[in-house]
């Protein structure tokens, strides 16, 4: 299943409050600060960090592949008296009318393209829509194997109608070859009587550093530094174009 199937209905209600960690802001931040602006978030969502950096004032959109993610975001926006511009379109098929200085991941949302085909759709779009001397930021991870105590333990929230939300792991399948990891992930709401229970399958697809590095120069990007962050298991990929964009976008 793709991502912007996954994030859908009852999984897009459920994701703000029983999302396992909320973006840092100050990263991504910083990031626009540096590499400069206009800049593109990758995989938004439902808003953060993008609305955090528009309320900041800087140049920043966003992109998802999920409707019913980006109805969430506009919505706070709206909450927040925030301005944004947000579009609608997958990572691997991007086709927007401006270059950007930044274009980033603010988490490593990139490990849900399906495969490396995906992979390298999406790292030509990012050649294409990057401004000259512009930077990428993408952070990969190499997932851990769910333990097997955690199999089946709910995480709980209510949601603001008073309905009990709930997510657990089903089962989980690992495929080193292929470099995926599926989770299947169960999404329930109950309240008011009513119960919605849903199953749907997360895949991970990870990388090598040195595939990762081979995918993005094939796309015309070259890999100027990768980075450790700090208490998590993400790796930072930072990457510019190489020669002439194969793409004309307005600027």
Do not use: K
């Amino acid at each position: 299943m793709e991502a912007a199937d996954f994030y859908t209905g009852i999984v897009a209600e459920i994701y703000g409050p029983l999302r396992s960690a909320v973006q840092d802001p100050e990263s991504s931040a910083a990031f626009v600060r540096e590499a400069g602006s206009p800049a593109l978030e990758l995989g938004c969502g439902d808003g953060d960090p993008l609305l955090d950096l528009r309320g900041r004032g800087l140049d920043v959109e966003g992109v998802d592949s999920s409707a019913d993610m980006l109805d969430r975001c506009r919505r706070r926006a709206r909450e927040q008296g925030v301005d944004v511009v947000v579009h609608h379109q997958r990572m691997e098929a991007l086709d927007l009318p401006r270059r950007y200085r930044a274009i980033f991941l603010a988490g490593p949302t990139f490990n849900l393209l399906p495969d490396d085909r995906a992979a390298s759709a999406a790292l030509r779009g990012i050649r294409a829509h990057l401004a000259e001397g512009g930077t990428a930021l993408v952070p990969l991870f190499v997932p851990t194997p769910t333990p097997a105590e955690d199999i089946g333990r709910l995480r709980t929230a209510v949601a603001d109608d008073g309905a009990e939300l709930r997510v657990s792991v089903v089962s989980e399948e690992r495929d080193d070859d292929a470099r995926t990891q599926t989770t299947l992930l169960r999404y329930e709401r109950h309240g008011d009587g009513e119960s919605t229970v849903v199953d749907r399958p997360w895949v991970i697809h990870w990388y090598t550093r040195s595939g990762f590095e081979r995918l993005a120069a094939e796309a015309g990007l070259a890999a100027v530094s990768v980075q450790d962050v700090p208490g998590t298991t993400l790796l930072h990929h930072r990457l510019r174009a190489r020669g002439p964009h194969a793409a004309s976008h307005a600027a």
